[in-house]
């Protein structure tokens, strides 16, 4: 992790030190709550098994089932409140987090990116709905960055489900396709890129190679080792597209700060990678 990060989740954690008490302190009081009902249960049964007198057994083993049931529900009711709460903390990290970027960065967790986007890239041709969840997107270098978390579905399956990413280019490039597998336009020229398990596809690798350049592709390959995150781009006109398969990045609700970090540096390291790669092109 990096120096500007270090500095960038200080910042974040500062701010968000009352919503992380909030959480804590909310967790503490379910467990309370759950170990006095426990304690409860476990009296009633002492009770029945020392008494000789069989209707108060009846009444304190009833009560202990009574209150098992209770204990169920209640447990269950307050793991979903803890689960809510922690997505709540989740998203206001991200909110503070992304304001504190370069250039800055927004994080809208009820808007839906506009299919129109993912349609242009050419990932799916044909599909039949997109589900978008949560919208990250600012300006970095110059260049303006947008991803989200999306589920693309065809007639009887499931197309993709993860990030989806695009950001824009000051100059215009002919198509270049980096796909992991054979790419939907065959009569495209194919190349094996070196490292990365992807194949470029273009109607000249030749041309193709003069933009992603050794340079690029070394950059590209880094932060694959780095991050082992599994990607597909592509690069169309002025826009280039990512769709990374990963589909924790906005919704994983944080649980301590060990996962807080490693949940914000993902996120702020995709977005660093996506502005050098822009910046590499454009050179």
Not at 61 to 89: H, L, W
Not at 228 to 250: T, V, W
Request: net charge positive; hydrophobic share 35%.
């Amino acid at each position: 992790m990096n120096e500007e990060f270090e500095k960038i989740y200080e910042w974040t954690n500062e701010k968000l030190a009352r919503e992380q008490e909030i959480v804590k302190e909310y967790k503490k009081d379910i467990r309370q709550s759950e170990g006095l009902i426990i304690g409860i249960i476990i009296v009633c049964l002492i009770i029945s098994f020392i008494t000789d007198v069989t209707m108060a057994k009846y009444i304190f083993v009833t009560a202990a089932t009574m209150m098992f049931i209770f204990c169920t529900f209640y447990s269950f009711k307050g793991e979903r409140k803890i689960i809510e709460k922690q997505n709540k903390y989740s998203e206001c990290a991200l909110s503070e987090l992304a304001v504190h970027i370069k250039d800055g960065f927004i994080y809208e967790k009820n808007e839906e990116l506009s299919g129109s986007y993912y349609r242009k890239s050419g990932f799916n041709r044909i599909y039949k709905s997109l589900e978008s969840y949560g919208v990250i997107s600012g300006t970095k270098n110059n260049n303006q960055i947008t991803l989200s978390n999306i589920t693309v579905k065809g007639d009887n399956k499931e197309l993709f489900k993860g990030i989806f990413a695009y950001g824009t280019l000051k100059k215009s490039i002919k198509e270049i396709d980096v796909m992991r597998t054979n790419s939907k336009n065959n009569k495209k020229e194919k190349y094996p890129i070196p490292n990365q398990d992807l194949f470029m596809y273009a109607e000249s690798i030749g041309e193709a190679r003069k933009v992603l350049t050794d340079e690029i592709l070394e950059y590209i390959t880094k932060f694959k080792k780095e991050t082992n995150y599994k990607f597909e781009y592509m690069i169309n006109k002025n826009n280039i597209f990512f769709r990374f398969f990963d589909n924790n990045i906005l919704t994983k609700p944080i649980v301590n700060d060990k996962a807080t970090k490693e949940y914000l540096y993902k996120y702020y390291r995709i977005v660093e990678f996506i502005s050098g790669l822009i910046d590499l092109l454009e050179k």
